[in-house]
């Protein structure tokens, strides 16, 4: 789907001046560690430039209005939801996306902890489970199975691989603590 | 989505001017409500204020008198303030019982406060009749599905609910919401701050569309340091209220209420405060369950409940006692 699409086709009649020219604007994005400027609708979703304009395409995109997490990825260290996030206005945040994560070819551990789990199945919510993942180990929301769940909450896997999940977090923790 | 500027404002007068010479312009926080206006349709501005740069509005400051929140002030934050968590347990509690974690990093606290309804007739892609959403279209749950509605204080004209939870804590513990408006500041009780639907539903507070919300305030207490939420859903995470308690209790020596305070989330327009719950109360023993019951039997007489929701008057009462005496330490959370 096009950036141009994901606008939708909202035409509720309310009193709204109309004849607003569309014009982009000029914005300046930090992606994993990279400065990237372009123009920008000012209606463009981050998950869309991401994808569409920057060919970052790890960053899934499903729901569309906040609900199912694929879309998570790091603003300023915090996970957020880069559907629900207006690209102009996270110019100047660091975002990382899953694609940011492994350094040098080497897998971020929550990365590797999650193939050795066999965390997913489809994939398809795995990276936005990862971004969660990583926040919910870095923040240390790893004190209990509870605990994590409660942190995973806004990420859903159609394929239930929730155990999985909770169990590759687990073990990133404990290695983390025994190191 | 219509075509709509993006500006970034530099101060909270800035703001207030804005909104006073343009109708048409609506201010950006966390996002999380008002993108999900803009994709509805719900809501068509033809600018975007973005005030997350607004300087002094994202402090958390915790004084002997009380509490103050910036607007600003994220959801996930506030969850996770040492002394907020110590002294007004209620919040974190009902902050960490809402949305997702990445809802809670990006929601601000003004925000959350000016939430609309999750009704599903309101949120529907495709419109359908909703007061709310284009007035005297008539309210479709009034025939319609009715579980998740109102049972007090609705209006022929509107029955939904309001889904914030930190909201119905701030009620309780009389929180009070400081705007700024053309004019200056004024303060406005929590317990207020949310209107009656009447014939007006789709005015959800008493906030004037010139006015910014600049921070919140809670007083210190005994009962606010003894204070719990409890929120009843049907999943355990990521879902909101079908019925929800904020409750707090000052108790004697021998576990007897001295003082107590009692909103209801999940059934009304906004917080629902029981004031007679919370004045017979007093003088019950914390541990004496069907006394807490029976006293609070009398504060439902005015509840009207629907077809489908009757289950919310039962549901709250058990809710309410089971509140208090978590927050007085004799029941499991």
Same mark, same amino acid.
Request: proline share 5%.
């Given at each position: 789907?096009?950036?141009?699409?994901?606008?939708?086709?909202?035409?509720?009649?309310?009193?709204?001046?109309?004849?607003?020219?569309?014009?982009?604007?000029?914005?300046?994005?930090?992606?994993?560690?990279?400065?990237?400027?372009?123009?920008?609708?000012?209606?463009?979703?981050?998950?869309?430039?991401?994808?569409?304009?920057?060919?970052?395409?790890?960053?899934?995109?499903?729901?569309?209005?906040?609900?199912?997490?694929?879309?998570?990825?790091?603003?300023?260290?915090?996970?957020?939801?880069?559907?629900?996030?207006?690209?102009?206005?996270?110019?100047?945040?660091?975002?990382?996306?899953?694609?940011?994560?492994?350094?040098?070819?080497?897998?971020?551990?929550?990365?590797?902890?999650?193939?050795?789990?066999?965390?997913?199945?489809?994939?398809?919510?795995?990276?936005?489970?990862?971004?969660?993942?990583?926040?919910?180990?870095?923040?240390?929301?790893?004190?209990?199975?509870?605990?994590?769940?409660?942190?995973?909450?806004?990420?859903?896997?159609?394929?239930?691989?929730?155990?999985?999940?909770?169990?590759?977090?687990?073990?990133?923790?404990?290695?983390?603590?025994?190191? | 989505?219509?075509?709509?500027?993006?500006?970034?404002?530099?101060?909270?007068?800035?703001?207030?001017?804005?909104?006073?010479?343009?109708?048409?312009?609506?201010?950006?926080?966390?996002?999380?409500?008002?993108?999900?206006?803009?994709?509805?349709?719900?809501?068509?501005?033809?600018?975007?204020?973005?005030?997350?740069?607004?300087?002094?509005?994202?402090?958390?400051?915790?004084?002997?008198?009380?509490?103050?929140?910036?607007?600003?002030?994220?959801?996930?934050?506030?969850?996770?303030?040492?002394?907020?968590?110590?002294?007004?347990?209620?919040?974190?509690?009902?902050?960490?019982?809402?949305?997702?974690?990445?809802?809670?990093?990006?929601?601000?606290?003004?925000?959350?406060?000016?939430?609309?309804?999750?009704?599903?007739?309101?949120?529907?892609?495709?419109?359908?009749?909703?007061?709310?959403?284009?007035?005297?279209?008539?309210?479709?749950?009034?025939?319609?599905?009715?579980?998740?509605?109102?049972?007090?204080?609705?209006?022929?004209?509107?029955?939904?609910?309001?889904?914030?939870?930190?909201? &119905?804590? %701030? #009620?309780?513990?009389?929180?009070?919401? +400081? /705007? =700024?408006?053309?004019? $200056?500041?004024?303060?406005?009780?929590?317990?207020?701050?949310?209107?009656?639907?009447?014939?007006?539903?789709?005015?959800?507070?008493?906030?004037?569309?010139?006015?910014?919300?600049?921070?919140?305030?809670?007083?210190?207490?005994?009962?606010?340091?003894?204070?719990?939420?409890?929120?009843?859903?049907?999943?355990?995470?990521?879902?909101?209220?079908?019925?929800?308690?904020?409750?707090?209790?000052?108790?004697?020596?021998?576990?007897?209420?001295?003082?107590?305070?009692?909103?209801?989330?999940?059934?009304?327009?906004?917080?629902?405060?029981?004031?007679?719950?919370?004045?017979?109360?007093?003088?019950?023993?914390?541990?004496?369950?069907?006394?807490?019951?029976?006293?609070?039997?009398?504060?439902?007489?005015?509840?009207?409940?629907?077809?489908?929701?009757?289950?919310? &008057?039962? %549901? #709250?009462?058990?809710?309410?006692?089971? +509140? /208090? =005496?978590?927050?007085? $330490?004799?029941?499991?959370?």
């Amino acid at each position: 789907m096009s950036a141009t699409e994901s606008f939708g086709t909202g035409t509720k009649a309310s009193a709204r001046p109309v004849g607003a020219a569309v014009s982009c604007v000029q914005v300046t994005l930090v992606v994993n560690g990279a400065e990237r400027r372009l123009d920008v609708d000012p209606r463009s979703m981050l998950v869309d430039v991401l994808r569409d304009r920057l060919g970052l395409t790890g960053t899934k995109k499903c729901c569309e209005r906040g609900e199912c997490g694929v879309c998570t990825v790091h603003v300023d260290g915090r996970a957020a939801l880069s559907c629900m996030t207006l690209a102009v206005a996270a110019e100047d945040r660091e975002i990382t996306t899953i694609e940011g994560l492994a350094t040098d070819g080497d897998l971020h551990p929550v990365q590797r902890a999650f193939v050795e789990e066999d965390s997913f199945q489809c994939g398809y919510c795995t990276p936005g489970q990862v971004m969660s993942a990583v926040a919910c180990v870095d923040g240390g929301h790893t004190g209990s199975k509870e605990e994590i769940k409660e942190f995973m909450s806004g990420n859903i896997c159609r394929c239930s691989a929730y155990p999985q999940i909770v169990a590759a977090i687990q073990a990133v923790a404990v290695s983390a603590r025994d190191r | 989505m219509d075509f709509f500027a993006y500006e970034r404002l530099s101060a909270p007068a800035v703001a207030v001017s804005a909104l006073r010479d343009d109708p048409h312009a609506v201010l950006l926080a966390g996002g999380t409500e008002l993108v999900n206006w803009l994709k509805d349709g719900i809501m068509r501005p033809a600018r975007v204020l973005d005030i997350n740069g607004l300087p002094g509005l994202d402090a958390i400051e915790v004084e002997a008198s009380g509490l103050r929140i910036g607007a600003l002030v994220r959801m996930s934050d506030l969850a996770a303030h040492p002394e907020v968590r110590r002294d007004y347990p209620a919040i974190p509690e009902a902050l960490l019982r809402s949305a997702s974690q990445q809802l809670r990093n990006m929601a601000s606290m003004g925000g959350n406060l000016l939430q609309r309804t999750r009704c599903p007739y309101f949120r529907a892609e495709i419109e359908l009749p909703c007061n709310k959403r284009a007035p005297g279209s008539g309210c479709s749950a009034l025939g319609g599905e009715d579980r998740s509605m109102a049972i007090f204080g609705w209006s022929e004209h509107c029955i939904a609910t309001h889904p914030s939870d930190v909201a &119905v804590v %701030l #009620a309780a513990l009389d929180a009070e919401v +400081t /705007l =700024q408006g053309p004019d $200056g500041f004024r303060s406005v009780p929590v317990t207020s701050f949310y209107r009656l639907p009447g014939a007006e539903p789709q005015r959800d507070t008493v906030k004037e569309p010139t006015e910014l919300i600049t921070g919140i305030t809670v007083p210190a207490s005994a009962v606010a340091q003894r204070s719990w939420y409890l929120k009843v859903r049907e999943r355990t995470s990521y879902e909101f209220a079908l019925v929800s308690v904020a409750a707090g209790a000052e108790l004697d020596g021998s576990g007897t209420i001295r003082e107590a305070r009692i909103a209801l989330g999940g059934v009304a327009h906004g917080p629902w405060r029981l004031p007679a719950a919370e004045r017979s109360v007093i003088d019950v023993r914390v541990d004496d369950r069907d006394g807490l019951r029976a006293a609070i039997e009398d504060a439902f007489s005015d509840a009207r409940p629907r077809r489908d929701n009757g289950f919310k &008057v039962e %549901l #709250a009462k058990r809710a309410i006692v089971r +509140t /208090l =005496q978590t927050a007085a $330490g004799v029941a499991a959370e």
